[in-house]
């Protein structure tokens, strides 16, 4: 059975940081792109960035580059997702997803999720 579970969500202040976790179970993680997206109240799910199977190729939406940073650990079957510089915007659950072989930006194409981590930026 497949699994991620994320963590590390909570409530913060803008301009504070917060570390994302997806621990992955149940497949070759080393054969799955990964990606997170997030969705905050009233708002489609959005695209935030992707890591290719080795890690070697990151991507980022416009408006977290700079300040997110996605990283994996092949060994521990898990990605992570760096976030700096904190915005009020960037409130939403944050959802990680893994995707056999290039990644995309379309979560639709995305095989596995997780159950999301919630992100709450104060002003």
């Known amino acids: 059975q497949v699994q991620l579970v994320e963590s590390g969500g909570g409530l913060v202040q803008a301009g504070d940081s917060l570390r994302l976790s997806c621990a992955t179970s149940?497949?070759?993680?080393?054969?799955?792109?990964m990606g997170w997206f997030r969705q905050a109240p009233g708002k489609e799910r959005e695209f935030v960035a992707a890591?290719?199977?080795?890690?070697?190729?990151?991507y980022y939406v416009d408006s977290v580059k700079g300040r997110f940073t996605v990283s994996r650990d092949n060994a521990q079957n898990t990605v992570h997702l760096r976030m700096n510089s904190l915005k009020p915007e960037d409130t939403a659950v944050y959802y990680c997803?893994?995707?056999?072989?290039?990644?995309?930006?379309?979560?639709?194409?995305?095989?596995?999720w997780g159950q999301g981590t919630q992100v709450t930026v104060s002003s």
């Open positions: 997803a893994a995707k056999l072989s290039l990644y995309s930006t379309y979560g639709g194409l995305y095989h596995y």
């Open positions: 149940g497949l070759a993680f080393s054969e799955y792109a």
């Open positions: 890591i290719n199977r080795s890690g070697g190729s990151t």
